[in-house]
Structures are given as structure tokens and as C-alpha cells.
């Protein structure tokens, strides 16, 4: 009852004290339809809604009985749309247990391999008593300064927060994570809270790095599951959608959840894009061009000259076999070999098989062999030439620097140039997939391929991909795609992401152990095809490109192996990632790229002196490739070269799904 309804009341008291006040009609009034979507307020408290009056005696009470037919209708719906999600999200868990139930090998009470580094960890940190007492002190400061900046925002304060997102946390855009009360306390609970625990963790002293880092990572993985953005009641974009959707939302999003669980084939495989939009060959990996060889382990692709004269010495590609070729080649706009051959060069690339199980008996010598060996040598007999420059990108850069050792041993000088996309020689400095091989990792592997015939399956891969990145490639989807209901967006960079290849059981343990475990090569300890390889007695002149965000070949690490070659190198600094460091057309104008003719011994000391140019690190790299690509002859067609064409680019290899 409202200041003036009261005071009415009781001055009509007064008057006439033989009568009673005539008691206020308890039906709700008519009220206008509501806005779509309702406030957070209205999303916490319904009875605050437009229409819904206060009950007297219990001020924003929720009353059912004063609902109108409209609000009736509007529970209705949305009580019958909640219990509709229920039942499909239980008929997806009901699903999972009874699979799970058919394979209790995967089942497994420490499935991240961390409980010995975390029994590790919180040990020095029991017998570290000083520092948990100032670490508790300091938590309970964070919320003391929490707890007050609340209540002096609540007595109409302006305040700043005690905590804010890291810059680049996307999961507390939404307005109301700042401009409602609630949600804003809950979101500087979370952060103070986890921004605790990691840094808890980090400042433990006298473990070992790996140790720590294992931990580290897996705190991470923690605190960024348990986002209060991740929750439907703490989320105040979900709710809102809920309530303007009457529940279709929540519907929709346990509809999505059940496809992608499907998908899966038992094991939730969150869709990242719109995969029905993209079409290998029709609107991604669109290049002209021919198969021009074919073994097992590759197909070789050249592409058509788009100049009348090109260089004589040609340009051999290998990506990595984890993924598809097409990253360089997703659209006309940013394709790396459409630029490339725009540039006058004549490129090949080495298109590489999805194996299944007749291929699980595959080793590195064989990739080594039929990849790189075999693919040159075709090339070289389709241009009519005696060399070529190569190009190795990531896993296909750590094969290819291997094999220029081999070369080396074997006097084999066929290879004129070596440019290395984001590739490690030396793991010591490795990026976070070094967490994920250690033996009880492996052992986990070997039995996961086993189980499927010697190859790992190409959902793995992935799945261990998006863990590294989980807020951008996981979190971020569980909300859009489950919490709101929505479908992603048409994105042809997560398209190809998405499509993961299968990894042969020799091929990638022997990765696995000897490069990331053993780091073997930098030591000076691999041997292949009985060589015992030294990256010392390659002089063979290298391009080595990182990236200064690059999580997975770190810059670091990347220069560490960019030292290790015995002949002149030329090392490159990009802007942005692994993939976007590598892939920025000079036609975007985005990021910037270092460079430095010395090679001092540490990447601090190289990026001291070096310099920065804005855009594309393409045009440095191509005058580089250009003077070492020989003279220029007329361009090269593939359908008329000594090699007859098999088929069409994009070819067959890289359509086969996993």
C-alpha cells in the first residue's frame, strides 16, 4: 500500500469512526502487454513486472492468485516449455550413462592426470603456514571491500569496482553484469575468488615448473568452468532470454545439446558454427588447380598461375597433417595461395590423408618418406626443376626441419629454401600441449586408439585443441548454443577448426614421446631411418615465423629452434596467434610484425632491437622467398605438365570427414 493510499485511509478513519473504510478491491487491474524482454529486476522478482500489484502486508510478494488470464497463459507456457528442456536434457543423460556404462575404461576418478601435482602443490603449501594466513587475510580483505562498495552502491553511491575482467574477457559483456546490483556482486565474487585461487597456486615456491604449471592449468580449467556465466540462474542474458521466450529458449538449447551429443557419437562435440554453411571446394578451398600426385600419405596440389611468368624455383607447402590445407586457401580475401601465386610463384601443397585403420602402422619415416621426399620429388619433375623451396607449418614444420637433417646426412641438397608457420624444433619452452604428454597421458592415448583400431580420433584432437582455449572455444558456445538457445554463427575459420583429422598410433606416439618428451631432436638424439639428425649441419637458408600470442609454438620456443639451424636464419615476430598470426592477408591491415637481422641469444634480446611495421609479415617473407626463387620463366599450367592431373583441387584427401 502506498504513502498516500494510507494516509487516505486514515484521515477517512477519522471522519466517520462509525463506518468502515470499504476494504480495496483485491482484482487485478487490466494491464498492457510488456515489453519483449524484461529487466533483470523483473527477471528476479516477477511481481515487479508491469501489472503485477504488490500484495498488502507483504511488499513484492509473488502472488499465482493475482495473476491475470495473460500472466496465466505466459506461466503456462513457460512452466510447459521448462519441463519440455527437463525431459530432453534427461533423455541426454540417461544416453551418456548407459554408454559410459558400455565403456567403464573411461571412466576414470582423475581424468586430467593432475591429482599427483595437486597433492604436490597444496603439500608445500601446508607447510607454508605464513603464506596461507596471508593469503586467507587477503581474501577476506577483497570481500570486506566488496561487501562495503555493495552497500555503499545500494544507499545510491557511485563506486568503482574492486575487480574487474581481464581485458579480452568476453563472458561479462552483457550490461546487467554491471548495472545491476546483483549480478554485479556476483560477478566480483567470482573474479576475486579466482583470481585468488590462481594466484595461490602460481606463487607456491619450491615445486617443480612442471608440476606447477600442471596445476596451474588445471586451476584454470577449473575457475573458468565454474563462471557464474556458465549458469542459467546467474546469468543474466540466459534469464532474460528465458522470460522474453517463454522458455523456447531452453527448449531450443537442450534440443542443440542433444544434436551435439549425437554428434558426438556419445561425447558432447560442441558445435562451434553453422557447418551446413560451408562447402569444401564450393565456398572454402576454392583455388584452381590440379591433383598432380598421389601416394597413401598425401595428394599434391598445384595451383594455377594467376601471372603470365612466374620464378623458376617452385614452392612446396606442408601444413600440418592434424588439420586440413585449407586454412590457407578459406576465402579468395585471405587465401595465403591465391597471394602467393598473384606473387609469381608456383605453389604446391601437400594435401594430407584422414587415415583410418589401415593406415595405423604409419610412422614419422613414412610421413618423412611418402610426405615430404616424394612430394618434392614430384614437384620438382612437374616444374622441370632440380630444387624447391618448402614451406613447414606447425607439426608439418617439425617434420620438415627433421627432414633437412636427414638431407643433410644424405648429401640430398634438393631443397633451395625452408620456411617455417609457427614450428618448434626445441620443446624445452613448448607451448600448454606439453601438459598433455606425460606418460599417464600417452598411456590414456594408447588405449583410446586401440579401442578404435590404432587411430585417434579426430574429436580428441579437437577436444584437447578448445581445453587450451576453453572460455573462447568451449564456454563461450555452452552458453550461446545451450543457455540462450541459440545457433552459432556461419564462421569458416571454426569451420575448418572443427574439422579435425585422425592421427595413425605410430605416427603420433612417437611425435608425442620423442619431440614433447624426450625433445630429442634439439638434443641431438633422434634417429631416423638410422641417421642420427644434428639441425647444425643444415645450411640450408630458413624463414622462421612466430607469433607473439601463439599458445601452442610459443615465440619463445619458436626461436629457441630457429638457433639451432647451422646455416643463415631469418626470424620473424607476427602479431596475434597461431593461426591468426599466420593467416593475415596484407589486404586485412591488421596486426604488425617484428623484425631483426641479428640473432642474438634470447627473443628478449632479438625483440630489443627489433623493429615494428604495421600490417601483414606476407610482403617481408615474399621478397625474401622471391630472391631465392631463381629467374622468371613462363607460368607453369597444371593440367600440361609431365605429370598427368588426377582430379580437381581441392582433390579428394581433404573431403574425407573423420
Given at each position: 500500500m502506498s504513502?498516500?493510499?494510507?494516509?487516505?485511509?486514515?484521515?477517512?478513519?477519522?471522519?466517520?469512526?462509525?463506518?468502515?473504510a470499504?476494504?480495496?478491491?483485491?482484482?487485478p487491474?487490466?494491464?498492457?502487454?510488456?515489453?519483449?524482454?524484461?529487466?533483470?529486476?523483473?527477471?528476479?522478482?516477477?511481481?515487479?513486472?508491469?501489472g503485477?500489484?504488490?500484495?498488502?502486508?507483504?511488499?513484492?510478494?509473488?502472488?499465482?492468485?493475482?495473476?491475470?488470464?495473460e500472466?496465466?497463459?505466459?506461466v503456462?507456457?513457460?512452466?510447459?516449455?521448462l519441463?519440455?528442456?527437463?525431459?530432453?536434457?534427461?533423455?541426454v543423460?540417461?544416453?551418456?550413462?548407459?554408454?559410459?556404462?558400455?565403456?567403464?575404461?573411461?571412466?576414470?576418478?582423475?581424468p586430467?592426470?593432475?591429482s599427483?601435482?595437486?597433492?604436490?602443490?597444496?603439500?608445500?603449501?601446508?607447510?607454508?603456514?605464513?603464506?596461507?594466513?596471508?593469503?586467507?587475510?587477503d581474501?577476506?580483505?577483497?570481500?570486506m571491500?566488496l561487501?562495503?562498495?555493495?552497500?555503499?552502491?545500494?544507499?545510491?553511491?557511485?563506486?568503482?569496482p574492486?575487480?574487474?575482467?581481464?581485458k579480452?574477457?568476453k563472458?561479462?559483456?552483457?550490461?546487467?553484469?554491471?548495472?545491476?546490483p546483483?549480478?554485479?556482486?556476483?560477478?566480483?565474487?567470482?573474479?576475486?575468488?579466482?583470481?585468488?585461487?590462481?594466484?595461490?597456486?602460481?606463487?607456491?615456491?619450491?615445486?617443480?615448473?612442471?608440476?606447477?604449471?600442471?596445476?596451474?592449468?588445471?586451476?584454470?580449467?577449473?575457475?573458468?568452468?565454474?563462471?557464474?556465466?556458465?549458469?542459467?540462474?546467474s546469468?543474466?542474458?540466459?534469464?532474460?532470454?528465458?522470460?522474453?521466450?517463454?522458455?523456447?529458449?531452453?527448449?531450443?538449447?537442450?534440443?542443440?545439446?542433444?544434436?551435439?551429443?549425437?554428434?558426438?557419437?556419445?561425447?558432447?562435440?560442441?558445435?562451434?558454427?553453422?557447418?551446413?554453411?560451408?562447402?569444401?571446394?564450393?565456398?572454402?578451398?576454392?583455388?584452381?588447380g590440379?591433383?598432380?600426385?598421389?601416394?597413401?600419405?598425401?595428394?599434391?596440389?598445384?595451383?594455377?598461375?594467376?601471372?603470365?611468368?612466374?620464378?623458376?624455383?617452385?614452392?612446396?607447402?606442408?601444413?600440418?597433417?592434424?588439420?586440413?590445407?585449407?586454412?590457407?586457401d578459406?576465402?579468395?580475401?585471405?587465401?595465403?595461395?591465391?597471394?602467393?601465386?598473384?606473387?609469381?610463384?608456383?605453389?604446391?601443397?601437400?594435401?594430407?590423408?584422414?587415415?583410418?585403420?589401415?593406415?595405423?602402422?604409419?610412422?614419422?619415416?613414412?610421413y618423412?618418406?611418402?610426405?615430404?621426399?616424394?612430394?618434392?620429388?614430384?614437384?620438382?619433375?612437374?616444374?622441370?626443376?632440380?630444387?624447391?623451396?618448402?614451406?613447414?607449418?606447425?607439426?608439418?614444420?617439425?617434420?620438415?626441419?627433421?627432414?633437412?637433417?636427414?638431407?643433410?646426412?644424405?648429401?640430398?641438397?634438393?631443397?633451395?629454401?625452408?620456411?617455417?608457420f609457427?614450428?618448434?624444433?626445441?620443446?624445452?619452452?613448448?607451448?600448454?600441449?606439453l601438459?598433455?604428454?606425460?606418460?599417464?597421458?600417452?598411456?590414456?592415448?594408447?588405449?583410446?586408439?586401440d579401442?578404435?583400431?590404432?587411430?585417434?580420433r579426430?574429436?580428441?584432437?579437437?577436444?584437447?585443441?578448445?581445453?587450451?582455449?576453453?572460455?573462447?572455444?568451449?564456454?563461450?558456445?555452452?552458453?550461446?548454443?545451450?543457455l540462450?538457445?541459440?545457433?552459432?554463427?556461419p564462421f569458416d575459420?571454426?569451420?575448418?577448426?572443427?574439422?579435425?583429422t585422425?592421427?595413425?598410433?605410430?605416427?603420433?606416439?612417437?611425435?608425442?614421446?620423442?619431440?614433447?618428451?624426450?625433445?630429442?631432436?634439439?638434443?641431438?638424439?633422434?634417429?631416423?631411418?638410422?641417421?642420427?639428425?644434428?639441425?647444425?649441419?643444415?645450411?640450408?637458408?630458413?624463414?622462421?615465423?612466430?607469433?607473439?600470442?601463439?599458445?601452442?609454438?610459443?615465440?619463445?620456443?619458436?626461436?629457441?629452434?630457429?638457433?639451432?639451424?647451422?646455416?643463415?636464419v631469418?626470424?620473424?615476430?607476427?602479431g596475434?596467434?597461431?593461426?591468426?598470426?599466420?593467416?593475415n592477408?596484407?589486404?586485412?591491415?591488421?596486426?604488425?610484425?617484428?623484425?631483426?637481422?641479428?640473432?642474438?641469444?634470447?627473443?628478449?634480446?632479438?625483440?630489443?632491437?627489433?623493429?615494428?611495421?604495421?600490417?601483414?609479415?606476407?610482403?617481408?617473407?615474399?621478397?625474401?622467398?622471391q630472391?631465392?626463387?631463381?629467374?622468371m620463366?613462363?607460368?607453369?599450367?597444371?593440367?600440361?605438365?609431365?605429370?598427368k592431373?588426377?582430379?580437381?583441387?581441392?582433390?579428394?584427401?581433404?573431403?574425407?570427414?573423420?
Amino acid at each position: 500500500m502506498s504513502a498516500r493510499d494510507s494516509k487516505s485511509a486514515k484521515s477517512g478513519s477519522t471522519a466517520k469512526k462509525s463506518v468502515k473504510a470499504k476494504p480495496k478491491s483485491t482484482q487485478p487491474k487490466t494491464i498492457k502487454p510488456r515489453a519483449p524482454k524484461p529487466s533483470a529486476t523483473e527477471i528476479r522478482n516477477p511481481s515487479t513486472a508491469p501489472g503485477a500489484e504488490a500484495k498488502p502486508g507483504a511488499a513484492n510478494a509473488f502472488d499465482p492468485q493475482r495473476l491475470s488470464a495473460e500472466q496465466m497463459e505466459i506461466v503456462e507456457k513457460l512452466s510447459a516449455n521448462l519441463a519440455r528442456a527437463a525431459v530432453t536434457a534427461q533423455g541426454v543423460f540417461a544416453e551418456a550413462a548407459l554408454r559410459q556404462a558400455e565403456r567403464p575404461a573411461a571412466l576414470s576418478a582423475d581424468p586430467f592426470h593432475v591429482s599427483a601435482a595437486l597433492t604436490d602443490v597444496m603439500g608445500r603449501l601446508s607447510a607454508q603456514p605464513e603464506r596461507l594466513v596471508r593469503a586467507q587475510a587477503d581474501l577476506f580483505q577483497k570481500y570486506m571491500e566488496l561487501w562495503q562498495s555493495a552497500a555503499r552502491r545500494a544507499s545510491g553511491e557511485a563506486v568503482p569496482p574492486v575487480v574487474e575482467p581481464a581485458k579480452g574477457d568476453k563472458r561479462f559483456l552483457d550490461p546487467d553484469w554491471n548495472d545491476n546490483p546483483v549480478f554485479d556482486v556476483i560477478k566480483q565474487s567470482y573474479l576475486v575468488t579466482s583470481n585468488w585461487l590462481n594466484a595461490l597456486v602460481s606463487g607456491v615456491d619450491d615445486v617443480e615448473p612442471m608440476t606447477k604449471r600442471r596445476v596451474e592449468f588445471f586451476m584454470k580449467m577449473l575457475t573458468d568452468a565454474f563462471s557464474p556465466s556458465n549458469f542459467l540462474v546467474s546469468n543474466p542474458a540466459a534469464l532474460r532470454e528465458a522470460m522474453s521466450s517463454r522458455g523456447e529458449s531452453l527448449v531450443k538449447g537442450m534440443e542443440n545439446f542433444a544434436e551435439d551429443f549425437s554428434r558426438g557419437g556419445g561425447q558432447l562435440a560442441i558445435s562451434q558454427t553453422d557447418y551446413d554453411m560451408f562447402k569444401i571446394g564450393e565456398n572454402v578451398a576454392t583455388a584452381p588447380g590440379k591433383v598432380v600426385f598421389q601416394n597413401e600419405i598425401i595428394q599434391l596440389l598445384q595451383f594455377t598461375p594467376s601471372t603470365p611468368q612466374v620464378y623458376e624455383i617452385p614452392l612446396v607447402i606442408f601444413p600440418p597433417w592434424i588439420n586440413k590445407f585449407y586454412i590457407l586457401d578459406l576465402r579468395p580475401e585471405n587465401s595465403m595461395i591465391r597471394w602467393l601465386t598473384d606473387q609469381g610463384i608456383t605453389v604446391f601443397v601437400a594435401s594430407w590423408v584422414n587415415p583410418d585403420k589401415a593406415l595405423a602402422a604409419k610412422t614419422f619415416e613414412d610421413y618423412m618418406r611418402q610426405g615430404i621426399y616424394e612430394g618434392t620429388a614430384a614437384a620438382m619433375k612437374q616444374a622441370g626443376v632440380d630444387r624447391v623451396n618448402t614451406v613447414g607449418y606447425c607439426i608439418g614444420g617439425t617434420l620438415l626441419s627433421s627432414t633437412l637433417a636427414h638431407m643433410a646426412a644424405k648429401g640430398d641438397d634438393r631443397i633451395q629454401s625452408a620456411t617455417f608457420f609457427a614450428a618448434q624444433q626445441d620443446f624445452s619452452e613448448a607451448g600448454d600441449l606439453l601438459l598433455f604428454t606425460n606418460e599417464d597421458w600417452l598411456k590414456d592415448l594408447e588405449k583410446m586408439m586401440d579401442a578404435e583400431g590404432g587411430v585417434l580420433r579426430g574429436q580428441s584432437m579437437a577436444d584437447t585443441f578448445n581445453m587450451l582455449r576453453s572460455n573462447d572455444l568451449i564456454w563461450s558456445f555452452f552458453v550461446n548454443n545451450y543457455l540462450m538457445g541459440k545457433e552459432p554463427k556461419p564462421f569458416d575459420l571454426l569451420f575448418w577448426n572443427s574439422d579435425q583429422t585422425r592421427m595413425p598410433k605410430a605416427l603420433h606416439l612417437f611425435y608425442l614421446r620423442k619431440f614433447y618428451g624426450e625433445n630429442a631432436l634439439a638434443k641431438g638424439e633422434l634417429v631416423m631411418d638410422g641417421v642420427k639428425l644434428d639441425l647444425s649441419t643444415v645450411k640450408t637458408p630458413v624463414y622462421v615465423q612466430s607469433s607473439k600470442e601463439d599458445h601452442i609454438a610459443p615465440a619463445r620456443s619458436v626461436y629457441r629452434g630457429a638457433k639451432l639451424f647451422g646455416g643463415p636464419v631469418t626470424f620473424t615476430l607476427a602479431g596475434s596467434g597461431h593461426i591468426a598470426g599466420v593467416i593475415n592477408a596484407p589486404v586485412a591491415k591488421k596486426y604488425q610484425h617484428w623484425t631483426n637481422a641479428s640473432l642474438p641469444d634470447s627473443v628478449e634480446a632479438w625483440m630489443a632491437d627489433a623493429v615494428e611495421t604495421p600490417g601483414s609479415w606476407w610482403p617481408h617473407w615474399a621478397a625474401w622467398l622471391q630472391a631465392r626463387s631463381g629467374q622468371m620463366v613462363a607460368a607453369r599450367d597444371p593440367a600440361k605438365g609431365p605429370l598427368k592431373p588426377l582430379e580437381e583441387a581441392p582433390g579428394s584427401y581433404v573431403k574425407v570427414t573423420s
